[in-house]
């Protein structure tokens, strides 16, 4: 199921579907919180593939500018989440570093009602809200 919508998702963005793109894209797409490069690199060498460093960062290159995966600021650095093509908002939990989407109804409503009130129209394309996520509520402490 993911590899079709990945698929189909390259295929849109003009991307050349090689195997270390998929696998990238495989890979992110079952990640809760974005992974670095290195992390990415690990993870794909120990699938048993022979790949170096800079081939998993030209590709994480290619496919952000792409539209297909989006880089966040991590405590370990850079991490890359994969995120399709379409427009959507970020939710980053500042403790557990997971980063999930705004359901989209609730960004519309939020957005046209602060268009309503101020006459400001903002470019919602990358949105990236900070805050604790709701199995972090309900962790306090641990
Ligand atoms: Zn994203
Ligand atoms: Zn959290």
Known sequence: MVATRIEAEMRSAGLTQTPRRRAILVLLAQCQRPMTAQAIHHAVVTAGERVGLTTIYRALHRLTEAGLLHAFDTDDGRGY???????????????????????????ALWLSQLREQTGFSPNAERLDLHGVCASCRSHRGA
């Open 81 to 107: 989440r994969y995120c399709g093509g379409r427009p959507h908002q970020h939710l980053v939990c500042d403790r557990c570093g997971r980063v999930t989407e705004c359901p989209p109804d609730v960004v």
